[in-house]
């Protein structure tokens, strides 16, 4: 099974390609293709929140034209989080909530209703960890993916295996 944190994937996208490609554009059927192998893929889950409509209200749109592509996808699952406002020194700012406890919980329950051999978890945040023990503890493979500048140490330490991807891998996966 693949767990994409869809915010932190979202941000180094948006980082590489400096906005000239949309997550519209990402091919993730290829993408988890590529990272499951050879193997079996169960099932996709992809944790993101909805974007404030009367902030963003174009972006707001594309948003939930993705949403959709996600939700008719073969063997996807979108889980939505909340967003959180935030008035820091006057600005407005939101924060992604409940995404990354979201993806943990459903590592471990999912580990342990044996749906799964292995965790391909696309996040680089450390705060994973305990899931990833859990997970390991019930003996299940768990293989973190993401992107050399952005990767928690800790996370590497305790996963089964560490792929790091560049521009070069995601151009594979971009229309």
Known sequence: MVFIDGSNLYHILKGIYKNSVHLSNFKFSEFSRRL????????????????????????????????????????FELTLCRLQKNIVDGET???????DISIAVDMVKLAYNNAYDTAILVSTDGDFVPA????????????????????????????????????????????
């Open 132 to 175: 990833v023990k859990a997970v390991k503890e019930k003996g299940k493979r768990v293989e973190c993916v993401g992107f050399l500048k952005k990767f928690s140490w800790h996370l590497k330490q305790n996963c089964d295996r560490t792929i790091i991807l560049d521009k070069a891998d995601l151009d594979k996966c971009v229309i």
């Open 36 to 75: 499951t192998e050879d193997r079996k893929l169960i099932r996709v889950y992809y944790y993101n929140a909805i974007l404030n409509k009367q902030k963003d209200p174009e972006g707001y749109k594309s948003q939930q034209r993705f949403y959709e592509k996600l939700r008719t996808a073969p063997d």
């Open 93 to 99: 700012k939101y924060t992604i909530k409940e995404d």
